[in-house]
């Protein structure tokens, strides 16, 4: 298992930005598929993103075209830019590699509001 740590989280206006950042605990030049998933008050976990080996990106449609997942294999980190942020992203937001289980980090937490 790796450990996942992430940060950039905060308090946000709508049509706001914020960068996430994620370290993970080894190398993730080999991972396949590395991900943002959140967690929205009262709701269960959502996957957010994926960002793949192979340069493919793909995000759910409630994010698209406004969030940006990216990995830095040389610095074992990934990021997701949140740009044009709504009331509905605050959620605690995880990252995850895969085949990695159940284990999952502490989370940053966003709030979105005006």
């Known amino acids: 298992q790796v450990q996942l740590v992430e940060s950039g989280g905060g308090p946000a206006q709508p049509g706001g930005s914020l960068r996430l950042s994620c370290v993970v605990s080894?190398?993730?030049?080999?991972?396949?598929?590395v991900m943002w998933y959140r967690q929205p008050p009262g709701k269960q976990r959502e996957w957010v993103a994926t960002?793949?080996?192979?340069?493919?990106?793909y995000y759910a449609g409630s994010v698209k075209g406004r969030f940006t997942i990216s990995r830095d294999n040389a610095a074992n980190t990934l990021t997701l830019q949140m740009d044009d942020l709504k009331v509905e992203d605050t959620a605690i937001y995880y990252c995850?590699?895969?085949?990695?289980?159940?284990?999952w980090g502490q989370g940053t937490q966003v709030t979105v509001s005006s």
């Open positions: 080894r190398s993730i030049a080999r991972i396949v598929n």
């Open positions: 995850q590699v895969d085949d990695n289980g159940d284990n």
């Open positions: 960002a793949t080996i192979h340069g493919n990106r």
